[in-house]
């Protein structure tokens, strides 16, 4: 079964312009971890902000904000003020109580000028 | 310091042929993941050490595959007899076992192209 579910394969934002970037997952874990990554064309992956399950407030890290809706089982991130480095692809992953990790299929960002 | 490393950055291969893909994780980490990432696709677990612990095999798509890791460190990815499908960007994963965010450090990966 699909843990986790990005269900935008291409998004484009005008350039200052904020996004949102869609995630949901399944677990039936109590405690479990969020993730979001940034794939740029260069190839390599980089750890953007992160979401634990029992934390009461999203998280911010910057322009990057996760929304995270426990009931909905969500974790969208919104980027704010997009700027062209932002263009790259954006995976959403899980950790689960035994430390394994589950990435979606990623959504291909373009920031447009 | 130091983050992932892997080796090497690059492999072409011939179909039948076996290769060693290479992961130096960030000292200390226990955790050490391998992906493999096809062209344009999200990233397909293939095996994850924690400590000493037995790996967790469950990603391994054939018998072809093994992978090692040396002294809670160092860590081979082996595909032996490779075939065409086999051509992938193989990338390697560190983390920390402690409170906290517990992300997953990436090296550059390993591109491999089997003829």
């Known amino acids: 079964a699909q843990k986790i579910t990005q269900t935008q394969p291409g998004m484009f934002v005008q350039e200052k312009e904020a996004v949102t970037l869609d995630c949901t997952y399944d677990t039936s874990d109590p405690s479990y971890g969020l993730f979001w990554y940034k794939q740029p064309s260069s190839g390599e992956m980089i750890f953007l902000i992160y979401?634990?399950?029992?934390?009461?407030q999203n998280a911010t890290e910057g322009r990057y904000s996760l929304n995270f809706q426990k009931a909905r089982k969500s974790a969208n991130l919104v980027i704010s003020a997009s700027q062209l480095g932002d263009s790259a692809m954006y995976f959403c992953?899980?950790?689960?109580?035994?430390?394994?990790?589950?990435f979606g299929t990623g959504t291909s960002l373009t920031v447009i000028p | 310091g130091a983050g992932v490393s892997q080796s090497p950055s690059n492999k072409v291969t011939e179909k039948g042929k076996d290769v060693e893909l290479r992961c130096d994780p960030i000292s200390g980490h226990t955790a050490l993941y391998w992906y493999r990432q096809s062209l344009g696709q999200g990233l397909e677990f293939l095996i994850y050490?924690?400590?000493?612990?037995?790996?967790?095999k469950s990603g391994l798509p054939s018998d072809r595959f093994s992978a090692e890791r040396t002294g809670g460190s160092v860590s081979t990815l082996t595909i032996q007899r490779t075939q065409q499908e086999d051509s992938a960007v193989y990338l390697c994963a560190s983390s920390a076992i402690l409170a906290g965010a517990q992300e997953q450090y990436f090296g550059p990966g390993t591109r491999l192209t089997v003829t």
């Open positions: 992953a899980m950790r689960d109580t035994g430390n394994q990790f589950y």
């Open positions: 979401q634990g399950s029992y934390d009461q």
């Open positions: 050490f924690q400590g000493n612990s037995a790996p967790d």
